[in-house]
C-alpha cells in the first residue's frame, strides 16, 4: 500500500512568485491534514480537511495560502505570491476516520523563497 | 489554544543508555500521540496512547500517560546510534467531527555511538 507522498520535496522560488504543493493521501483515508515547520521550530497545524471540506483552517496563515482537495482525494496547497516567511517543510498526513488512530505522514515539501 | 510542551529540548546520551522525553500540555485530550523526524524526512509514528490509559510499551519504547499533571513521558531503553532523531509528542482533541493534532517544539536525541 503506498503512504502518503506529496510533490516536489524540493522547491526554490523567488519572492513574488506562485507555488503549489500537490498531497497524495493514503486511499480511502478522509482526514487530511496540512502542517508547517519552519527551520527548526515547532510542527504548526494549517488546515484539515475531511474528505473535501475544510473541517479547520484556523492555522492558515494569510490569504496568500489557498487549499483544495479535489473530490475528497488528493489535495494542493498554493503560495501566491510567495514571501520569505513561507520557507520551510510543509507536511501532509492523512488518517482514516476515528478518534484513535494514527496520522501517516508525507515526507514534507521543503520551500525555500529567496 | 492546547500545545505539547517537550523537555528536554535537546537530550544527548551514549548508545545503550535511556533516554526519557516529557511533554505537557494544556487541555484535555482524547489522545496523544508521539512522533519521530529523522532529519530532512517525515514524522514517523511511534505509539499512541489513550487518555483513559496510563501506560503503554511499544518493543524499546515506553510511554506513560498522567491526565491529572496533563503529562505524558517517552522513555527508550538501550538506545542505539539509529534512534537519533527529533522526538515530538502530538495531542489529540475531538471536536465534533474535527481531531486535529497538535505538536509540540520537540526533543533532539543524539545518542553516540
Known amino acids: 500500500e503506498a503512504g502518503v507522498t506529496q510533490f516536489p520535496s524540493h522547491s526554490v522560488i523567488e519572492k513574488g512568485q506562485t507555488v503549489t504543493l500537490r498531497c497524495d493521501p493514503i486511499?480511502?483515508?478522509?482526514?487530511l491534514y496540512w502542517y508547517r515547520r519552519v527551520m527548526g521550530k515547532e510542527i504548526k497545524f494549517l488546515l484539515h480537511?475531511?474528505?473535501?471540506?475544510?473541517?479547520?483552517e484556523s492555522g492558515m496563515p494569510n490569504n496568500r495560502f489557498l487549499a483544495e482537495r479535489t473530490g475528497g482525494t488528493y489535495s494542493t496547497l498554493k503560495v501566491q505570491p510567495a514571501e520569505l516567511e513561507d520557507s520551510g517543510v510543509y507536511f501532509c498526513?492523512?488518517?482514516?476516520?476515528?478518534?484513535?488512530?494514527?496520522?501517516?505522514f508525507g515526507q514534507g515539501t521543503r520551500l525555500t523563497v529567496v | 489554544s492546547q500545545q505539547g510542551e517537550e523537555d528536554p529540548q535537546a537530550l544527548s546520551i551514549q548508545e545503550g543508555e535511556n533516554a526519557t522525553m516529557n511533554c505537557s500540555y494544556k487541555?484535555?485530550?482524547?489522545?496523544l500521540q508521539w512522533y519521530r523526524q529523522n532529519s530532512g524526512r517525515g514524522l514517523v509514528h511511534l505509539i499512541l496512547?489513550?487518555?483513559?490509559?496510563r501506560e503503554k510499551h511499544s518493543g524499546r519504547l515506553r510511554v506513560t500517560l498522567d491526565t491529572s499533571k496533563k503529562s505524558s513521558s517517552l522513555l527508550i531503553t538501550a538506545s542505539r546510534a539509529a534512534d537519533t532523531a527529533s522526538y515530538f509528542c502530538?495531542?489529540?482533541?475531538?471536536?465534533?467531527?474535527?481531531?486535529?493534532?497538535?505538536f509540540g517544539k520537540g526533543t533532539l536525541l543524539t545518542v553516540n555511538p
Open positions: 498526513a492523512s488518517s482514516s476516520r476515528g478518534q484513535n488512530t494514527e496520522a501517516f
Open positions: 480537511f475531511v474528505k473535501e471540506s475544510k473541517q479547520d
Open positions: 487541555t484535555s485530550i482524547n489522545n
Open positions: 502530538a495531542t489529540v482533541l475531538r471536536r465534533g467531527s474535527n481531531y486535529k493534532l497538535t
Open positions: 496512547i489513550r487518555s483513559n490509559e
Open positions: 486511499s480511502g483515508h478522509d482526514n
